[in-house]
């Protein structure tokens, strides 16, 4: 039954976004259609493999790329959030980890890993990654007025650099769910996505180091 149940750990961490290329695209859908070309030329660059993946997964290609409907595409989105969920429950967890004899550490945490794969993604781009990576920095350390959030021009300001630089590094940062867009007293600014304070400590580990 170990052995069985193993099998099957090892299935469900094979499928999801830090594990497979195509889980990632699909988590990082709807995107308007250059970005997500920009982040996955494998997938449009080639009208035959644009079109086939096309009719396997259900993926709608107009202005945004997108998935919906009854396809195979966004029920494997649904289950890779749902599992996202499943995964961090103690419960289940400590149960696992009884039945396959392993610690809590060495069970899979697939939402703690997809966060992993992104932040390191971006801290090895050599274009974009060290703004990038500045920016999160910014905003992990920000307490005041609001924790993890900043006014833009503030951002700006804290990050440096080239606006040019600044704004392809944010908009980066945005695509890969890392920050999003948030008002506070009626006023622009970001914050880091939930997730990522969530498991600010890990996040925390990669940018600083």
């Not at 695509?175 to 990522?196: F, H, R």
């Amino acid at each position: 039954m170990r052995d069985e149940l193993q099998k099957l750990v090892n299935t469900l961490n094979a499928l999801c976004p830090s594990r497979n290329y195509i889980s990632q695209y699909l988590l990082l859908v709807p995107k308007d259609y250059p970005t997500i070309h920009d982040l996955f030329p494998e997938f449009l660059s080639d009208v035959e493999v644009r079109e086939d993946l096309k009719k396997i997964l259900g993926i709608d290609y107009g202005y945004q790329v997108s998935a919906s409907g009854d396809t195979l595409s966004n029920h494997l989105r649904n289950f890779l959030f749902k599992l996202f969920d499943l995964m961090e429950n103690p419960t289940l967890r400590e149960s696992l980890c009884k039945l396959l004899g392993v610690s809590d550490n060495a069970l899979f945490n697939p939402r703690l890993e997809w966060i992993r794969a992104r932040v390191n993604g971006v801290k090895s781009d050599k274009k974009d990654g060290p703004t990038s990576i500045k920016i999160l920095q910014v905003l992990a350390s920000t307490e005041e007025p609001y924790e993890y959030w900043r006014l833009n021009e503030d951002l700006r300001k804290k990050v440096g650099g080239e606006d040019e630089q600044y704004k392809k590094s944010l908009k980066l940062c945005e695509d890969l769910y890392l920050v999003t867009t948030q008002s506070q007293a009626g006023k622009p600014g970001y914050v880091l996505s939930n997730e990522l304070i969530k498991y600010l400590d890990t996040v925390k580990e990669i940018i600083e180091s």
